[in-house]
């Protein structure tokens, strides 16, 4: 079958949207499908990747939603395609296919509920679930804000309603499991957060809880793994971290490659994923609890549906767990282990996918 993908980004692989894509891309590549991906301006030198034109400086901060509107002046090329995987529900708009499978990566208009551009997402993504051919969804938060009838974790890699399926992430447990420490982390108590710097990824949240944990905990060192996503938080999260009298205890690493994440989830003694908005199944959650690191996350989005320790999005009860796992973080961390082995392995997911595409 020929296969188009249409997406922000894929290649370089930065965040978690871009690892789903080179996951499933090699899964639909092993089972002799051929594919193309029609994504923003790249420099990437792969014959599958479909660049689109370069927008200028003064438009790059709209650059996603331009992305489906210069997609569609390839409109012809894109519907000689089998299928169209999009995997953004609003690009479907702007780009119709009869064969569109749509796939979601969690609620992403619940920052600013109730703003014009909130209730404008959510319309579209509702638009295009009913004109999905399929629609592939990652976590139940989703599936219920359109409307159906399912709890978290229920349901998982099944079809819940004509061409509706719940499909969570999940991560290859033989690569993502406990391993050699990142040299980098040598001799550090470690607390990571493994997230790309976005104000919805509640950075600025675990800060204010791990401000109230340190004087407890006064060996812990909060590590922080990730790009600037947007434009002067890191700036704000570091003053934060000066204002709370904790700079000397965060360490902001940066940029890590995907592939050099077990070694920092190895080093740490626990996790974090701290959201307040815009969440799936998340990617980072996901690959510290396969290498036996244990994750406190909040109750945001898709979260539920994973075996982590779950708390309510504010410092204290954030603060409270992170006591709570400190000094049981190994029988933490050995049975959510075995839950994402069992429950979140790449083989169930590779499965699901393939019963999707031959439907």
Known sequence: MRIAHLTYSFLPVVGGADRYLLQLFQVLADAGHEQVV????????????????????????GEFWLVPLLARLRRRELLAYDRLIVHYAPY????????ALVISHGVFWDDRPGALRSRL???????AYRRAHQFVANDTNMLRAMGERI??????????????????????TDFYRRGEPDPRLAGVQAIALVRNLYRNRGIDLALRAFARFSPQVPQATLVIVGREGQRGYLAELQSLAQSLGIADKVHFLG???????????SAARLSLVPSVAGE?????????MSCGTPVIATNIGGLPDLPCLHTEPNQE?????MLEVWDRWEEYGQRQREQVIQNFNLDRWRQAWLNIIEQ
């Open 38 to 61: 029609y994504q923003k301006h790249t420099d990437a030198p792969e014959p599958f990747v479909r660049p689109l034109p370069q927008v200028p400086p003064s438009l790059a901060r």
């Open 92 to 99: 479907l708009l702007a780009c119709p296919h009869p064969r």
């Open 121 to 127: 997402k959510r319309w579209a993504t509702r638009a």
């Open 151 to 172: 709890g978290p974790g229920e349901r998982p890699f099944e079809q819940i309603a004509p061409g509706k399926w719940f499909v969570p992430n999940c991560v290859d």
């Open 255 to 265: 940029h890590c490659d995907w592939r050099q994440t077990p070694a920092v989830y």
């Open 280 to 288: 799936g199944t998340s990617f980072s959650g996901l690959e510290s």
């Open 317 to 321: 009860a954030l603060a409270r767990a």
